[in-house]
């Protein structure tokens, strides 16, 4: 260890889904603005070992890390606004706590004793919470506990923190942040369930050191006066988080309540260096200024469930904001796509992105949706089992294999042009199982994937059991589908593009996982700036 590494938890109270995730992200951004190395995890209550198992509807979308790990999507949000790669030791659920002790108890590491919350799960989850430290690489830790104090599933987390408070001293501090309800009728923010709330971390030992308020309207002098004098906090502490139109101004809005100097303040650094956001700032007169407008379609089967999309969302608004273009993205039901309403439906807009999946359900919208966009020239992009259905399409209605599927869809296919890979086919356990993580791939110059990224090899993340099935791959090719992404190593196709069109990419992989607010993912910028050039094409 090298560094003295300082320690930031934030728990949350009141109500779930504040935005601890986003508050924690811009944290981190400022810290690291002003030049510290930062990390950020989470800790999860909940009894799955990792997100991988859970439908989207229960958590939304499960983010996958460079190290492989399955998790859950605020890692997304830590990763596109620091820019820094997570591992699997930045996300710890009980069930992974549970399953380690419970591992150790039957190698006999325990000797005999009686194994109990505390202190075996509690040591085990300050275990996992300092792991992070003995790399020395960071000066700050910011850990989130996901849920809501009070539920019985933070409690042994809640009582790590109260321990490893007393352990660290001056190294760590609590952030508590809760909802001020605003009550129209009466035109008052209300604070008493804040004060419960504080009061119920402090009836578990642990007392916050900085309040964050989530509110729908500035809040005064007296509000703030009034929380610090019941939660036990200085004034200055009271932070506010007012709502506001885009997740990336919630940096500026902290640096603006002087969270930033606080922290530093509370920890006892007397920082000279100043935080430096010119980049980010530019980008968000971007996304308030555009110059352009294009409309994008991305066909789904959960888009009810906008979290389910998060980081395709994001990978967005990353290329419209450095291309200084709005996108409007439509979310369309892949179930309600018919050959009959086909154009009805997709007619208008000028790029469609077929999005990742499992199962059966929506598939058809899916290939029909990327029949219109490889006849009518509209720019595509297919990810994952988008890419699957594209190649699907491709070989159904212009090599007329007329039963041609995945396997996955149906298993006894004459066709099977997207197979389960060698190595899965043993595998009969769901948790981890799949191909995960980065992988290399290598570009085929003079490819449209080559114009994107302008590189030879590149390394995109995986989440999948099928592939392209290579015995089709010359038929396919002489047909005008071209392979043009494959892994060096097992020969693996990861990109297809139609030849005779302006912008068909499909590719395996997911390179949403990688796209950051400065740093955009080059086949987003590329696919806004193919939609940008279809829609100047209609107007002249
Ligand atoms: N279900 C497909 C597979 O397992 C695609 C997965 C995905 O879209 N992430 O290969």
Same mark, same amino acid.
């Given at each position: 260890?090298?560094?003295?590494? %300082?320690?930031?938890? !934030?728990? +949350?109270?009141?109500v779930s889904s504040l935005g601890k995730g986003i508050i924690s992200a811009s944290i981190g951004?400022?810290?690291?603005? #002003?030049?510290?190395?930062?990390?950020?995890?989470?800790?999860?209550?909940?009894? /799955?070992?990792?997100?991988?198992?859970?439908?989207p509807y229960e958590h939304g979308e499960c983010y996958v890390t460079e190290d492989g790990a399955e998790t859950d999507l605020d890692l997304g949000h830590y990763e596109r606004f620091l820019n820094i790669y997570t591992s699997q030791a930045n996300n710890v659920t009980t069930g992974k706590i549970y399953l380690n002790v419970i591992e150790k108890e039957r190698r006999g590491d325990y000797l005999g004793e009686t194994v109990? $919350?505390?202190?075996?799960?509690?040591?085990?989850?300050?275990?996992?919470i300092r792991l992070l430290e003995f790399s020395g690489d960071y000066d700050f830790i910011i850990t989130e506990i996901g849920g809501t104090v009070g539920d019985i599933e933070s409690l042994p987390f809640i009582e790590a923190v109260r321990q490893l408070r007393l352990e660290l001293g001056k190294r760590s501090l609590v952030m508590h942040m809760t909802l001020l309800p605003y009550l129209a009728n009466i035109g008052e923010l209300k604070?008493?369930?804040?004060?419960?709330? $504080?009061?119920?971390?402090?009836?578990?030992?642990?007392?916050?050191?900085?309040?964050?308020? #989530?509110? @729908?309207?500035?809040?005064?002098?007296?509000?703030?006066?009034?929380?610090? *004098?019941?939660?036990?906090?200085?004034? #200055?502490?009271? &932070?506010?988080?007012?709502?506001?139109?885009?997740?990336?101004?919630?940096?500026?809005?902290?640096?603006?309540?002087?969270?930033?100097?606080?922290?530093?303040? %509370?920890? +006892?650094?007397? @920082?000279?260096s100043q935080t430096n956001l010119s980049k980010w700032i530019e980008? &968000? /007169?971007?996304?308030?200024?555009?110059?352009?407008?294009?409309? !994008?379609? *991305?066909?789904?089967?959960? &888009?009810?469930?906008k979290d389910a999309y998060k980081s395709i969302i994001e990978s967005f608004i990353h290329a419209g904001a450095y291309l200084e273009t709005k996108v409007n993205l439509d979310f369309i039901s892949s179930e309600n796509i018919t050959e009959g309403n086909l154009d009805n439906l997709l007619n208008k807009y000028n790029a469609i992105l077929v999005a990742p999946g499992f199962g059966e359900r929506g598939l058809e919208g899916k290939i029909l949706a990327a029949k219109y966009a490889r006849e009518n020239k509209i720019p595509f992009l297919g990810i994952c089992l988008g890419m699957q259905m594209a190649v699907v399409e491709f070989a159904r209605n212009v090599l007329h294999l007329k039963d041609a599927n995945s396997r996955e869809i149906n298993p006894r296919t004459l066709n099977p042009v997207i197979d389960l890979m060698e190595n899965q086919k043993k595998i009969s356990v769901k948790g981890g199982t799949m191909r995960l993580g980065a992988y290399p791939c290598k570009i085929v110059?003079?490819?449209?994937?080559?114009?994107?990224?302008?590189?030879? *090899?590149v390394y995109e993340r995986h989440r999948h059991r099928y592939e392209f099935n290579n015995k089709y791959l010359e038929i396919f090719e002489s047909h005008g589908m071209k392979a043009v992404g494959i892994n060096p190593t097992e020969q693996l196709v990861e990109a297809m593009e139609l030849e005779d069109h302006p912008f068909f990419i499909g590719?395996?992989?997911?390179?949403?996982?990688?796209?950051?607010f400065e740093s955009p993912h080059p086949l987003f910028v590329s696919l806004v700036r193919a939609a940008l050039e279809k829609k100047n094409n209609i107007i002249q």
């Open positions: 260890m090298t560094k003295d590494t %300082k320690y930031i938890f !934030v728990t +949350g109270g009141v951004k400022l810290l690291q603005s #002003r030049g510290f190395s930062i990390t950020i995890q989470k800790l999860d209550p909940y009894i /799955n070992v990792d997100p991988g198992t859970l439908n109990q $919350v505390i202190p075996h799960i509690t040591d085990e989850i300050k275990y996992r604070t008493k369930p804040t004060q419960h709330s $504080v009061k119920n971390l402090q009836e578990l030992g642990v007392q916050p050191d900085i309040l964050i308020c #989530r509110t @729908s309207v500035p809040i005064n002098d007296s509000i703030r006066q009034k929380l610090a *004098l019941f939660c036990n906090v200085e004034q #200055r502490a009271v &932070i506010e988080n007012i709502d506001i139109d885009t997740i990336y101004k919630v940096p500026i809005k902290m640096q603006e309540e002087k969270l930033d100097e606080v922290i530093l303040d %509370k920890f +006892g650094i007397s @920082s000279t980008l &968000i /007169n971007h996304i308030d200024n555009p110059k352009n407008e294009v409309d !994008v379609a *991305l066909i789904g089967k959960y &888009i009810e469930l110059k003079n490819s449209k994937l080559y114009e994107c990224y302008k590189q030879d *090899l590719v395996q992989f997911h390179p949403e996982y990688k796209s950051r």
